[in-house]
């Protein structure tokens, strides 16, 4: 037809600039190398640090010298550093950061656990289970976000699923009861979040932080009148057992972590499988995705736009509702005020910090679920760290892993935006 | 639910004769269409039919009506009164899904397309062909070979890996019409779809719609643009006010249609006097400038502009104009080369001090950049000298010199308003274009600088503006004009820069044959090709 082909648009690659984030976070690293293996080398006891196997103290372990450790991690923190600045390796620039953060808290730990033992199974089994309400909250953000409604309301359905739970499990007599009812819970703050921004068009935001408010009020109303008054009525939901899968529960540290545990912990678990493969290799996955990122484009080829966002902030409910019977029918036998204290929050950080998909999610999850338990470590073997600052690491960890590690995440497009016809 | 719930088309006449392709022609009536917005008559009792195999140009102004009725016809809005025939056959189309199923198909002006999908996706999505499984197991294979059949058996190479964020604008539309082709259609309605391609890609775009037409495929053609429906059109529909004015023949002069689209003769051709040019005015040298994305957008430009000359840039849309006449005005930082009205660096002053050193701006996206829609003809006439003598000072606004002064812009710029009080987001695109140039050729200027001057604007009122603009070269003002519509340019420039991926390509004069400025703004000089 015509001998003029237009080549890729006009993207003038701009020459890099040195101070890349990649050099940045090189520098960062230098620094806490430095840090780490002057400072916590010169503090580590000149005895051995003993990673257990298992909770036995005297059990298999992997032994350190906790201020050879101390040095070692903290000058591998400084090489995973060098090599970003330097810029070689480049492919691997987010494994090189990776590394350098784990050999940092690795020097930390070799300083903190000198002379004393550290058991794997229950830093796993209590980070897992730290993690797992922030899994199920993060999971319920991706489910709304992906189709393009923000759910800052993730703390409020944790707080209704959480009472819901406790309250129905108790009446009832069984934790599936409560299971249901705190899915049912979540729901029902879901439903008025999407109704009013769906339908209405209320700032999405604005909605999430009402609600948010609203369940933190009616929950503590509710069990100021009813369940303080009568706890053994109201406010003693059966728990949920944990089941022992024979043989794959023998594993060494994953196995009596992951195969002798609740149902919650495996629902969450394939819940990440399940919506990481849903949203990207199914006809449901694709429009989710279509209507998050240009839900008038799905409109033009008949996609229903309103009637899917509904039904993921629906479904997210769900799963933030199972979020919040993990407080009360798991992790302690009531329901007490504002018990979640700010953990849907920390759910939506892991959700940005996990770039709003399912896998990421969950490594952020973990990631916070880590700093907790860390922090209950540290203080139960009476760490110099003062007490104030360990009860701060997790809240710390997520603002400089979203505000620092992440970048610039790219939200999904129409995130927030209601969709109306024009 | 397979193929996502679309019902089976019923095929009950296949033609002997056409069979061999596949295709089954369709005939398109609308009959009696109305749409009314409020007050407003958006269509009012329109009719037209589209013949199997037709090309039918629907020409009318922008607001003339003729999206809106192509967007009942595609099902987005449900007509009031009126039906649409498809094979003799009355049809309610209470989505996209049931426009789709009947044959029809629509490109979109704005494309209607993912941009982190692949074409693949793109192309599947809303049909998407699975493998079963509670939510649909995608089979991707299939969407791919889909594609390339698709693309294969239409001329119209497209990838199916790639990303459609990554494509240029031509391929993007390629990507359109192959999504409307796999879903079978059999009428495609093409909204506007050169605005945004180069001269060369148009001639593209037209060649593949003849031979869609051949393959018994009818296509409604929207546009304003007279050439190009003189070149392709079997029929033509002028729809002006949201009513069908007349029906022409391909071989009406361009003049007698842009009379019918109008209503009133219009003159085509910008009314000036040879140029003459004097001092330097604007000297750009070495200028660079980064977009949003920190992707370089300007790349060293040397430019000259002369007082007394209109000084065109003309480009295909994104190829650094934008932050090139940003950059001038100080809505962008300056990497790095020097900006100079008279000599001053302007480069890092604000934009308040260029625009009272001297310089007029009409930015490109008027509803955003240009005016307040909320606020009155009055108050945004004075936008920019609302803290100055006569109209204010920094505690008070002069109502009385305000008022006045919008009431003579409004009859020295023929702004149709029912009063300067009217809010300016009701006004027409022509007449709220007039009032941002209004307000900007009442300060003394040294510079005029104006980003597509009469984009969505009507024919009537482009000829005021052009008109404006040089009158305002003839007072010794340096005019630079940047627009995506190469008639526009060489329409009033004196001189046309081409800009291409951040730089000038070339300087030539306006007498230049349009082909060569049209493989120029391709990246296309001398015969050879730019390689990158």
């Known amino acids: ?422 | 639910m397979n193929r996502a719930g679309v019902a089976p088309r019923r095929r009950t006449y296949r033609p002997p004769g056409i069979s061999d392709v596949g295709e089954i022609p369709l005939k398109l009536e609308l009959r009696g269409i109305t749409k009314r917005f409020g007050d407003l008559v958006a269509n009012d009792h329109i009719d037209i039919t589209v013949e199997p195999g037709e090309v039918h140009a629907l020409l009318g102004e922008n607001g003339a009506g003729k999206s809106t009725l192509m967007n009942q016809l595609y099902g987005l809005l449900q007509p009031d009164q009126g039906e649409i025939v498809v094979n003799d056959e009355p049809k309610v189309f209470r989505s996209p899904r049931d426009a789709i199923a009947a044959g029809i198909g629509m490109v979109h002006q704005h494309f209607m397309l993912v941009p982190v999908f692949t074409v693949a996706e793109n192309i599947a999505l809303g049909a998407e062909e699975t493998r079963g499984g509670p939510l649909g197991w995608l089979d991707r294979r299939r969407a791919r070979r889909d594609v390339l059949e698709t693309s294969k058996r239409f001329g119209l190479p497209v990838d199916p890996d790639a990303l459609v964020e990554d494509l240029p604008v031509g391929a993007q539309q390629r990507v359109e019409i192959v999504k409307a082709l796999t879903r079978d259609v059999d009428l495609l309605i093409l909204d506007e779809p050169t605005a945004v391609l180069t001269p060369q890609e148009t001639e593209e775009l037209l060649a593949v719609m003849r031979s869609l037409t051949e393959m018994g495929k009818s296509i409604v053609f929207i546009t304003h643009k007279l050439k190009e429906v003189k070149a392709i059109a079997d029929r033509i529909t002028v729809i002006r006010r949201g009513q069908v004015v007349g029906t022409a023949r391909p071989d009406t002069s361009e003049d007698e249609l842009a009379a019918l689209m109008v209503g009133r003769a219009v003159s085509l051709e910008v009314d000036k006097r040879p140029a003459e040019p004097g001092r330097s005015v604007l000297r750009l040298a070495g200028l660079v400038v980064d977009d949003d994305r920190g992707i370089r957008a300007v790349d060293g430009v040397d430019l000259e502009v002369r007082a007394g000359e209109v000084l065109g840039i003309a480009g295909v849309q994104g190829n650094g104009q934008t932050e090139l006449v940003e950059a001038v005005m100080g809505l962008r930082e300056v990497r790095a080369g020097r900006i100079e009205l008279d000599g001053d660096d302007l480069a890092g002053q604000s934009t308040k001090r260029i625009l009272r050193s001297g310089v007029g701006y009409v930015p490109e996206d008027r509803s955003h950049d240009g005016v307040v829609k909320e606020f009155t003809v009055a108050e945004n006439l004075i936008l920019d000298m609302y803290d100055r003598d006569p109209f204010g000072n920094r505690f008070r606004l002069n109502l009385d010199k305000i008022d006045g002064n919008a009431k003579e812009r409004v009859a020295q710029f023929d702004i149709r308003c029912q009063s300067p009080e009217t809010p300016v987001g009701t006004l027409s695109g022509g007449n709220q274009q007039k009032v941002v140039i209004a307000r900007e050729m009442s300060r003394p200027l040294r510079l005029f600088i104006a980003s597509q001057p009469t984009r969505g604007v009507d024919v009537g009122s482009i000829e005021f503006i052009h008109g404006q603009i040089v009158h305002e070269r003839d007072q010794g003002t340096a005019v630079l004009v940047v627009s995506s519509e190469l008639d526009e340019v060489v329409g009033l420039a004196d001189r046309i820069a081409v800009m291409y991926r951040g730089r000038i390509l070339a300087i030539v004069s306006p007498d230049t044959p349009r082909e060569e400025i049209g493989l120029l703004m391709a990246g296309i000089t001398g015969g050879n090709e730019e390689k990158k």
């Open chain 1, 1 to 422: 037809m015509s001998t003029a082909t237009v080549e890729a648009p006009a993207e003038v690659a701009a020459p890099e600039p040195f101070w890349t984030r990649q050099r940045r976070f090189g520098v960062a690293l230098i620094l806490l190398g430095v840090l780490a293996a002057v400072l916590f080398g010169s503090l580590a006891p000149d005895k051995d640090a003993r990673f257990t196997l298992t909770e036995d103290a005297q059990g298999a372990a992997l032994s350190i010298n906790g201020q050879f450790g101390a040095v070692l991690f903290g000058v591998l923190t400084l090489v995973a550093g060098g090599l970003l600045l330097a810029g070689l390796l480049k492919r691997w620039s987010n494994a090189l950061l990776v590394a350098g953060i784990v050999t940092f808290v690795l020097s930390f730990l070799c300083w903190q656990v000198a002379g004393q033992f550290m058991s794997l199974q229950d830093t796993l089994g209590g980070t897992l289970d730290l993690a797992l309400p922030l899994i199920l909250g993060a999971l319920a953000g991706v489910l709304g976000e992906r189709s393009g409604v923000v759910n800052v309301a993730i703390e409020g359905q944790f707080l209704m699923g959480a009472f819901a739970g406790a309250l129905i499990g108790t009446l009832a007599g069984s934790v599936w009861a409560g299971l249901i009812s705190a899915a049912i819970g979540g729901v029902i703050i879901a439903a008025i979040l999407a109704v009013l921004s769906i339908r209405y068009l209320v700032d999405q935001t604005v909605v999430g932080i009402v609600l948010n408010l609203f369940a933190l009020g009616i929950t503590g109303f509710l069990y100021e009148r009813l369940m303080q008054p009568d706890a053994q009525h109201y406010n003693t939901p059966p728990q949920m057992p944990a089941w022992r899968i024979p043989g794959l529960a023998d594993i060494p540290v994953l196995g009596p972590v992951v195969f002798d545990a609740t149902l919650l912990l495996w629902i969450a678990l394939i819940l990440v499988v399940v919506i990481h493969f849903a949203l990207n290799r199914t006809r449901w996955g694709l429009r989710t995705r279509a209507v998050g990122e240009h839900p008038t484009a799905a409109d033009t080829v008949g996609i229903r736009v309103r009637g899917l966002r509904y039904l993921n902030v629906l479904l997210g409910g769900v799963v933030a509702g199972l979020g919040g019977a993990y407080f009360t029918l798991v992790a302690t036998g009531s329901f007490t005020k504002n018990m979640t204290a700010g953990a849907g929050f920390i759910a939506l950080a892991a959700l940005i910090f996990g770039r709003y998909t399912p896998i990421g999610a969950f490594g952020a999850a973990l990631f916070f679920g880590f700093a907790q338990k860390l922090a209950f470590y540290l203080s139960a073997i009476n760490s110099p760290v003062p007490n104030q600052f360990l009860s701060m690491l997790p809240y710390l960890a997520t603002i400089i892993a979203v505000a620092g590690l992440v970048g610039r995440v790219r939200a999904p497009a129409a995130d927030g935006l209601p969709y109306v016809k024009s």
